[in-house]
C-alpha cells in the first residue's frame, strides 16, 4: 500500500543518516560539474545524493544507504521539542501535507527561574550549570510547557496581552516577559512554479550555477576566499577560526563573503536540486507503507480520522489527484522535528560530522 508524505519528513529520513560515514557514489546533477564539485563538501554531496537515491529508488535507499543515527536532544529552549516520530498520509487531500510548522521559545526569565548568577541571565549557558541546577532548568521548562498546552496557547492565540498577564501572575518571572519569540516556516518558496515544469527547474540551476561562477571571478577578494573556504560556509556562522588561513584577509572579511555566497548560490542550490530529484523522480513522494514504518514513520491520526468518515459515506474524496507544494521550501509536518533541526544549528549542516568532513580538505 502507497502513502504520502510530506518533503519536510523526506528531509528529515536523509538527516538520520550518518552522512560523514556513508559513501555514495554518483553525480549531483546531469553529470560531473566541476562548479558544484568545487563549491560542496563530501557531506554535502552525499545529503544530496542520498535524497536523490530515496527518490529514485526508496528500496534501494534502505537497504544500501539508510543507517539510522541517534536523534538530537531536548535543548529545553522551545515549546515543542519532543522527538514524535515523523507520519505518513494514506489520503493525499490530507490538509497536514501541507501544514506550517510554528514554534515559541521559552522565556529566558522562566527557563532560569530559581537559578542565580552574578552575570546576565540572557547569556547564561546550560554547560555553565551544575546538575541541581540543570534539573531545575529543565523542571521550569516542562512546568510551563504543560501550562502552554493547557492553558497558555489558547490565551497566546487569542490575546497575547492577556497572555503576558497570565504568564507574568503566574511565574512572576524577573525581568517580566513583554514578547514571545517565534519561529515558524511556511508554506511558502523561493518562488513559486509549475509543478510539471521540470525544464524550469533545471532553467534555474543552470543559472544559479553560471551565476556563482561569475561571482567567483567578480574580484580576486572572492576568487582567493573561495578558491580556499567554499566548502566552509557553515563556518560563517560561528566564531570558529578559519584554519591555514593564508588569504590575506581577516576570518569576518572571509565570512561576510561566504554568507553572501551561500545565501544567493549555495542554499537555493541545495533546495532546486532537491526538488529537481523529486520533480523528476517522484513529484507525488509516494512511497511503500511498509518502508516508511521501517523507517520510523507512523499513520497519521488526521487520515485515519478521514478514513473514518470516509467508511461512513461512501461519496468521499477517494481518487482525488494529489496536491503537492508549488514551493522549493520544505512544507512542515506537525509531526516533524526537521524545524527544530534549523533552530537549534546556526547553518542546516553546521554539526559534528561536517566538521570531521571539512577538516580532510
Known sequence: MNAYITKSNANRIVKRINLSKVEIEGDIYKEKNRVLNAMFSK???HELLAYKKLMEDPEAFMNEIYEKIPQHEDTFWWVYEENNPPAYHSHPTCSRLLSNFKNYKIPTAIRFKGIHRDKNIETISLKELNEEEILKVKTNVIN?????????????IKDKAVF????????QPEPRIRDITEFEIRNSGIEDMNNNDLKEIENKINQLIKESGAYYHE????????????????????????PSNDTGYTDKEI?????????????????????????KNNPELKMDQKILEELGFVACLACRNQEHEQNKDPQSLRGVSTPV?????????????????????ADEYNDIAFWEDLNRY
Do not use: C
Open 43 to 45: 557531506y554535502e554531496k
Open 144 to 156: 510551563y510547557r504543560g501550562w502552554w498546552n493547557t492553558e497558555g496557547r489558547e490565551y497566546y
Open 164 to 171: 503576558l498577564m497570565h504568564v507574568n501572575n503566574k511565574y
Open 219 to 242: 574580484s580576486s577578494q572572492n576568487t582567493i576566499v573561495l578558491q580556499h573556504y567554499a566548502r566552509w560556509t557553515n563556518n560563517a556562522y560561528g566564531n570558529k577560526p578559519f
Open 255 to 279: 565570512r561576510e563573503i561566504l554568507k553572501d555566497y551561500d545565501k544567493r548560490f549555495k542554499f537555493p542550490l541545495k533546495i532546486y536540486l532537491k526538488e529537481y530529484y523529486r520533480r
Open 325 to 345: 507544494a508549488d514551493d522549493l521550501l520544505d512544507g512542515i509536518d506537525y509531526e516533524s522535528d526537521e524545524a527544530l533541526e534549523i533552530m537549534l544549528k
